[in-house]
């Protein structure tokens, strides 16, 4: 996980590049100081490569996922 500023340069928005290891993605995260800000809620990051938490704004990004729908193989 890495948490980066926003690249437009907006101080009160943030996006946390994941890898497939934080599969199921959820937020807050466990590593996050204010796991208790608001409830858990799951974001389905693998369809889009990007997720974004209703609650606080996070904006979460797939590492090596581009934008947009993906093929999701399934066995």
């Known amino acids: 996980m890495?948490?980066?500023q926003d690249?437009?340069?907006d101080l009160t928005r943030r996006f946390i590049e994941v890898t497939t290891?934080?599969?199921p993605l959820h937020c807050p995260m466990p590593s996050m100081r204010l796991w208790n800000s608001h409830p858990?809620?799951?974001l389905p990051i693998e369809a889009w490569g990007q997720a974004?938490?209703?609650y606080c704004g996070t904006l979460?990004?797939?590492k090596g996922a581009e934008p947009g729908p993906q093929s999701i193989a399934h066995p």
Do not use: E
């Open 40 to 42: 858990r809620v799951f």
């Open 60 to 62: 979460y990004k797939l």
């Open 21 to 23: 290891d934080d599969l």
């Open 7 to 9: 690249p437009s340069g």
């Open 2 to 4: 890495t948490q980066t």
């Open 52 to 54: 974004l938490c209703p």
